[in-house]
């Protein structure tokens, strides 16, 4: 995958655009003030420098070199600092228990390695760290908006309690919605979207 994401990164038009997805502007004050928050997938960086922006120490990850250049330019270009890592997450040296939040906006891993991965994003949360996550569900398959084409890679709300069984959700919602973000998200989709805290 990173180097389909990394062809798709190396463009010089922002994929996804440089504004921070919609949902996550909205919540970013569900975070802890001036919260030490964890971006995973985090691709060209638009939601870890808004939250830089925003007061936060803002760590991210993704598998695309060309990702973090992009991100690392848009950091430098508003006059903020990430801290972002390029590799796959166990090899990242993160420390249990030292988020006090992560953000999930389209973090669309492949299936037989998505719980995994989410129940260690879990465990790099204090007690009571907060996450927001907005992905694709299952029914965007039926959308020209943007996403995987894998339905094995989209969500259903059962998916989302099974893999992220330690936390208690504020609420959990699939709803329709009106993208536009960059080139590649653009029209109506459907997404889930949770904010919760862990147990």
Known sequence: MSNFWNERYAENEYAYGIQPNQFFSESISKLPENGKILFPAEGEGRNAVFAAKNGFEVFAFDTSMEGKK???????????????????????????????????????????????????????????????????????????????KDIEMLFSEEEVKEEFKNIAFDFLKTEIIELSEGPFHQGKGSVIRFIGKKK
Do not use: M, W
Request: net charge negative; proline share 5%; aromatic share 12%.
């Open 70 to 148: 992009k991100a690392d330019k848009l950091a430098n270009d508003n006059g903020v600092k990430i801290d972002y890592r390029v590799g796959i997450l166990e090899e990242l040296d993160f420390e249990p228990a030292s988020f006090d939040g992560v953000v999930f906006i389209y973090s669309h891993f492949p299936k037989a390695i998505r719980a995994t991965i989410h129940q260690q994003i879990e465990r790099l949360l204090k007690s009571n760290g907060v996450v927001i996550f907005e992905a694709f569900s299952k029914e965007q398959l039926q959308y020209p908006s943007g996403g995987p």
